[in-house]
T-cell receptor, first 111, second 113 residues
Framework: EPEVTQTPSHQVTQMGQEVILRCVPISNHLYFYWYRQILGQKVEFLVSFYNNEISEKSEIFDDQFSVERPDGSNFTLKIRSTKLEDSAMYFC?????????FGPGTRLTVL | DQQVKQNSPSLSVQEGRISILNCDYTNSMFDYFLWYKKYPAEGPTFLISISSIKDKNEDGRFTVFLNKSAKHLSLHIVPSQPGDSAVYFCAASEVGRAQKLVFGQGTRLTINP
């Protein structure tokens, strides 16, 4: 069964450093998303991406964040200068229609 | 901003009995609702969904009920099994294809043998 994959599973970085989180969505899906979950809180929407551009972004997704689909399979989230409060689980998701399928997540720890 | 609320942080059910998880929403623009199951250190796993034009959708042991007038939905699991122990999230999206999901806080379900 096709699935969304994410790498790395765990990323530790120093405050102010850049990180890139990688995702491979399900191959025939056209819509891609990033969500995050801070420990003990709900899953929050960050950004959606369709047809090689951002279709919607949340207030969290400020100028420090960017997304890219550099080739036909990968979908990346970049955080330019990480802050302590960026520590969270980051989930990638993809869909054809309405049921979004999530990857296993990347745990980002900012020290 | 709590457009989707799951008021029970936890629920404990005996194996073989029915588990009922509840979810309320406030945004009348929501027209598609989903339930996800999540184990620790894993991503949410899609379980079942329902469109606002229906009031019930069933898939094996899982049934979702939607009451639009009350802005309430519920997930029934019957019979409950130990492997069902996980955190369950209710999510909703607005009208339109592939809209973002708004999640509830989750309910931790524990199935006791």
């Amino acid at each position: 069964e096709p699935e969304v994959t994410q790498t790395p599973s765990h990323q530790v970085t120093q405050m102010g450093q850049e990180v890139i989180l990688r995702c491979v969505p399900i191959s025939n899906h056209l819509y891609f998303y990033w969500y995050r979950q801070i420990l003990g809180q709900k899953v929050e929407f960050l950004v959606s991406f369709y047809n090689n551009e951002i279709s919607e972004k949340s207030e969290i997704f400020d100028d420090q964040f960017s997304v890219e689909r550099p080739d036909g399979s990968n979908f990346t989230l970049k955080i330019r200068s990480t802050k302590l409060e960026d520590s969270a689980m980051y989930f990638c998701a993809s869909t054809e229609r309405n049921e979004q399928f999530f990857g296993p997540g990347t745990r980002l720890t900012v020290l | 901003d709590q457009q989707v609320k799951q008021n029970s942080p936890s629920l404990s059910v005996q194996e073989g009995r029915i588990s009922i998880l509840n979810c309320d929403y406030t945004n009348s623009m929501f027209d598609y609702f989903l339930w996800y199951k999540k184990y620790p250190a894993e991503g949410p796993t899609f379980l079942i969904s329902i469109s606002s034009i229906k009031d019930k959708n069933e898939d094996g042991r899982f049934t979702v009920f939607l009451n639009k007038s009350a802005k309430h939905l519920s997930l029934h699991i019957v019979p409950s099994q130990p492997g069902d122990s996980a955190v369950y999230f209710c999510a909703a999206s607005e009208v339109g294809r592939a809209q973002k999901l708004v999640f509830g806080q989750g309910t931790r379900l524990t199935i006791n043998p």
